[in-house]
């Protein structure tokens, strides 16, 4: 059975190429025997964490509401947002989809 996994990748800096962090987090996927389709790979560029509304992440908690994944795969809670109540959302829907959030530099 395969395990398909989304990421979410951010970066505050728009001059700041986000390519390294999505190619460490598609490595993680790969390592884990998940799979990862090109329309489950969210960004965010020039964005700070403290503004939730973001295409990316907009685009990725539609993916979630629909089910597509069980993992997520991001660096860090705060990639998501860097407001508890914000990042609550984002972690209560992946848990009501049955989706697994994996942060790996927690």
Same mark, same amino acid.
């Given at each position: ?6 990421l ?12 390294a ?5 598609? @490595?993680?996927? @790969?390592?884990q ?15 700070s ?9 907009? @685009? ?33 829907? @992946? ?12």
């Open positions: 059975m395969t395990m398909p996994a989304a979410y990748a951010r970066t505050p800096d728009p001059t700041q190429s986000i390519a962090n999505i190619a460490r987090l598609r @490595a993680y996927i @790969a390592s025997g998940w799979t990862l389709a090109d329309e489950h790979v969210f960004q965010d560029a020039g964005y964490g403290l503004v939730f509304e973001r295409s990316g992440l907009e @685009a990725l908690l539609a993916a979630l509401q629909r089910g597509e994944f069980v993992h997520l795969v991001t660096e860090h809670p705060d990639t998501l947002s860097r407001t508890l109540s914000d990042r609550w959302y984002v972690e209560n829907t @992946a848990a009501r989809a049955g989706c697994r959030i994996v942060y790996v530099d927690e």
